[in-house]
C-alpha cells in the first residue's frame, strides 16, 4: 500500500539552532512575527528580531494572544499581516501562535472565506511562506499541517488540515524552553505523549511513522519527568524538543485517534488547555483503545523496559498503560473536578461533547470502532 509522508522543507534542531537558522528565516523583505505578550519578551525573542534587523528584514509583532486561538483572533492577526505589508510569517511560542498563523495564512488565501468552511477538507494552498519557533515542547506544530481554532459562534474546536499548512522552516532551539513552568512542561509534555502513542496505535500508521512513534514514546516517558522536575535540565529540554518534533511528524502522517476527538470538546466548552485536556483523557481513553491495537501497545511497553520480550501481549500492554498513568501522577494531572469544572456542568454536555468527537473524524482512526455512546461513557467515567 502506498503512502504519502509529509514533513517541513527545512528543519534547523538542537542547541544554538536559532542563530544556526540564519537566512533560513529571511522568507521575504518583512515578516509578521506572531507571539504571544510574555513569549515577546524573552531572551530567544529578542534574539530572534535582532537576527532579522542584521539581515535587513523588516518585522512587526501581532501578540494579541489572551489564550487558545479563535477565529476572532485570526481575523485580527489577518488584519495585522495586510496593515503592515507584511509577506511572511514567523510564530514563535507554543501550539496557539502557530495554530493562529496557519489559520491567518488559509483567511489571506480564501478572504471572505469562514473557516468553519474547510472543517473536513484538505485546504488547497500555496499559502504565505512560513517559519516556526516552539517555545515548548509538546504540541509538534512547527512540523504539522494541522491547526485548530476555536468557532466562537458555535462553540467547537475546528481541526483544520492540508499538507501546504507545514510550515516551510521549522527552528527546534531546546533553550526556548528552559524558561517554560512546571505546568506548561507537564500539559505540552503529555500533548507530544499522546500524539506519539496515537499514531503508533492509529489505523493510518505506516512504517515511517512507526519509527519516529517509538523514538518520541522513549524520550518522552525517560525525559519528561526531569524536565518537569528541573527545568534547567538541558539534556532533558533538548530531548523533550526532538521528542515534540517527532511526534509532530507523527500525527501528519498517520493523525491522531480517540484522546484528540474527545479532548477538543472540553477545550471549546470549558476552556480547558489543549495539552492538559488530553493529559486528563489519556488514561481512560487508552484503556478503552488498548484491545484493538494489542499488540502494538505491547510494543510501546517493551520499548520503554515496562516489559520484557517474555511476556505476552495482554501483560506487556497492560505494563505501558500501568507507566503511563504513573508519568500523568508524577506531573499532577487534574481531573475535571480538581480543574474545576462543576460536575452538573459536564455531565449537561455530554450529549455535544460526544457528537462533536465523533463528527471531527479522529476518533475514527482508532482500532476499534468508537460511538457517541462509547465516548458519552468515556466522559462520565473521566470525571467520576
Not at 188 to 213: I, K, M, N
Not at 232 to 237: F, G, N, Q, S, W
Request: net charge negative; proline share 6%; with cysteine.
Amino acid at each position: 500500500m502506498s503512502r504519502f509522508f509529509y514533513m517541513p522543507p527545512t528543519i534547523v534542531s538542537g542547541s544554538g539552532s536559532l542563530s544556526a537558522a540564519g537566512d533560513q528565516l529571511c522568507l521575504g523583505k518583512k515578516a509578521l512575527i506572531v507571539t504571544g505578550k510574555v513569549v515577546k519578551e524573552q531572551s530567544g525573542t529578542k534574539e530572534l528580531l535582532q537576527l532579522l534587523r542584521s539581515k535587513g528584514v523588516e518585522y512587526d509583532v501581532f501578540s494579541d494572544i489572551p489564550g487558545e486561538p479563535t477565529d476572532k483572533m485570526v481575523r485580527a492577526c489577518v488584519t495585522a499581516y495586510l496593515n503592515g505589508g507584511c509577506d511572511y510569517m514567523i510564530a514563535v511560542g507554543g501550539g496557539s501562535p502557530m495554530d493562529l498563523m496557519k489559520a491567518a495564512a488559509v483567511l489571506l488565501k480564501y478572504p471572505g472565506a469562514k473557516l468553519r468552511d474547510f472543517m473536513g477538507k484538505a485546504i488547497p494552498g500555496p499559502f504565505v511562506p512560513m517559519a516556526a519557533i516552539p517555545t515548548t515542547a509538546g504540541t509538534g506544530s512547527e512540523a504539522t499541517m494541522f491547526t485548530v481554532i476555536t468557532d466562537t459562534e458555535t462553540e467547537v474546536k475546528m481541526l483544520l488540515k492540508g499538507p501546504k499548512l507545514i510550515p516551510d522552516v521549522a527552528v527546534v532551539d531546546p533553550a526556548f524552553s528552559v524558561s517554560a513552568p512546571q505546568n506548561i512542561t507537564a500539559n505540552t509534555g503529555l500533548d507530544a505523549l499522546t500524539h506519539a502513542v496515537e499514531s503508533y496505535t492509529s489505523r493510518l500508521a505506516q512504517p515511517l511513522t512507526d519509527t519516529l512513534a517509538l523514538s518520541a514514546v522513549k524520550r518522552i516517558m525517560a525525559y519528561l519527568p526531569r524536565a518537569w522536575r528541573d527545568g534547567t535540565d538541558l539534556e532533558a529540554r533538548e530531548q523533550m524538543a526532538l521528542a515534540a518534533l517527532e511526534a509532530g511528524v507523527c500525527i501528519t502522517n498517520a493523525s491522531v485517534t480517540i484522546v484528540h476527538g474527545m479532548s477538543r470538546p472540553i477545550g471549546a466548552l470549558f476552556h480547558v488547555p489543549h495539552g492538559l485536556s488530553n493529559a486528563m483523557l489519556l488514561p481512560t481513553c487508552l484503556e478503552f483503545a488498548l484491545p484493538g491495537a494489542l499488540s502494538r501497545f505491547a510494543d510501546l511497553g517493551r520499548a520503554i523496559g515496562a516489559a520484557s520480550a517474555h511476556q505476552s501481549d495482554g501483560e506487556a500492554a497492560a505494563a505501558f498503560l500501568t507507566a503511563v498513568k504513573e508519568l500523568c501522577a508524577i506531573c499532577q494531572v487534574p481531573t475535571p473536578a480538581q480543574y474545576g469544572i462543576a460536575k452538573q456542568d459536564f455531565f449537561a454536555q455530554i450529549d455535544k461533547m460526544s457528537a462533536d468527537a465523533v463528527a471531527s473524524g479522529s476518533p475514527g482512526n482508532t482500532a476499534r470502532e468508537v460511538t457517541e455512546a462509547d465516548c458519552a461513557a468515556l466522559y462520565r467515567k473521566l470525571y467520576e
